[in-house]
């Protein structure tokens, strides 16, 4: 889980100073609102060439968009702005698929024709639930033409305003593409503790399956909670936040749920104190709170590593190349369900800061750090992979502690057993150029170097990574990483690669100066098993965001592969490991003369047995977060109880 937040909580000029600002407090999940982009929430018409913007401008930070609000009065009395709406929200679910977001945040709406927050009598008419079941049947229509999901949340002023009404409205509509935003504090609020535990065992046994989005607004903040909560004393109020939240992050946890907590509801103000309430009373610590967020720091040999997360599941270190920053790995690859997904900066790049010792701009000390890293997170074993440098650390983790690693994804490695000599003499001459001339001056003389302009001629892709070399924002601390790590190297004898066993993906490029195709190609005959595959077209450089240059869905499925069959090999361990520890249990029974009783079948286990099939199961989600589709025209309840 990460924090995130209403972008529209940061009012700016300009969606870049909008963005900024949300980056500036720590977040990387956003909920966004067309509105941030100078547009209305639901437009007319939105160019691509926007959306393409606002995307890249989203990712350039390091931020994921979480949904998207789509919100109007599905209920609206006024049958010609009903439509209107209808079809605007239709414009910006063909837009999602430019904007990079799989969730349309909804709103079911109310009778009254001024204000779609605000209650009406005739929202408990029968005549209102069939209106709204025509209306939320037409936008599931749109949904399933551009495979977005449409996510609604029980408002106790809407129509759908109880835990019971939105699974009934799931079950009417019984569409794949209808899901379920979660907000205990839009829920009727209990005005005690205990009643916080009821209230949120409640929503999440009805609607857990069915959660694709957790909002997190205060409890307490609004009108309605002030004057149910007037007789609390301060302190019973405290713990009433405090048990609110902590349950709530223990029942997402329980469900599995992998996304966003959005923060809302509050002023700018607000949101540094919020940030902190959250980080002190949410599931577990304020350590393990940070541990789940999307950026923080942890410290080694006084340097503070900046770190990435996302996901939960299987672990996967990926890491940055020469110049690179965490959040190059991310462009390349976004971890699939189960599988969670962690980068950070190493010495001497990115945020990590200061540069630290001189002497330990090392491969091998990469290495411990990298390990360090999982002993920080609690993580006994992780695939681990890197990009370039990124792969010689983790080649070097591989060798030096194999009992921490499941498997490998080495992506244009450029060392196996000493440097390539081109390549430390080309980073020498950069840092040289730097140290003496100064990134600006150094950068005008590397252009009308011949090497520099064969590389130009021959692979535009390399040599603009280079470039970036003097172009980034610390380049003369680079002097001492491109003059040390050039020259290392992960292993000095080859044949020490013969010693990894666990599942290994090694890929190359045949026009790829820097990482020529050839180290790939031996490392692949090296490790035993390894696989060797192209990654497509010139992508060599460093700096460069990978997912520009290369195949993405066919890298991400090499990789799938590689994670799918560590976790196998996972499970299959910890089955020979019961196995083994049963054997113990029964080979000392015999010993001791004792006969091991049958397992009883209790009311208990009955009970736990009947309740599987009293709640329909959770719609199938494809690879890339949508649903999974269902036959035009096939009953749900029928597939569900087949």
Known sequence: MQLGIFAKTFPRPTLEETLDAVVDHGLCQIQFNMSCAGLPTLPDRIDEDLCVWIARSIKQRGMTMAAISGTFNLCDPDTTRLQDNLNRLEVLAAACRWLDTRIITLCTGTRDPKDMWSWHSDNVRRTTWEILIENITEACKIADRHEVMLAFEPEVNNVVNSVSKARRLLDDVASPWLKVVIDPANLP????????????????????????????KDPCLDDLSLKLMKRLDYQTLQLYRQAFYHDYYVWLKKIGYEGAVIIHGLEESQVVSRITFLKENSYGSKQMFERMACYHFFERDGIQFHVRGAGQGLPFVFLHGLGGELNQPFGLYRPMRGIRMIAFDMRGHGETRPLGDLNKLTISSMADDLIALLDYLEIKQAIVGGISLGAAVAVNVALRFPQRVLGLVLSRPAWVDQPLPENAQLYATIARLIRDLGPKEGLHHFREMAVFQAMERDSPDCARSLIGQFEQPRARESVARLERLSADTPCADRAEYRKISVPTLVLGNQQDPIHPWMIAETLSQLIPGAELVASGPPECGELEEPAVNTHPARFCQRVEDVLEHAEHVVGQRRRS?????????????????????????????????????????QVGLAEHGGPARVPRGHDRRSQLHA
């Open 189 to 216: 609020i209990r005005s005690h503790v205990g009643g916080v535990h009821e209230m949120l065992d409640e929503a999440f046994d009805w609607l857990g399956p069915d959660i694709v989005l957790a909002h997190a």
């Open 577 to 617: 490991a019961k196995r083994a520890q049963a054997e113990r249990r029964s080979s000392g029974a015999r010993e001791l003369g004792v006969t091991e009783p049958a397992r009883q079948v209790g009311n208990a286990d009955a009970r736990r047995v009947d309740t599987q099939h009293e709640r329909p199961a």
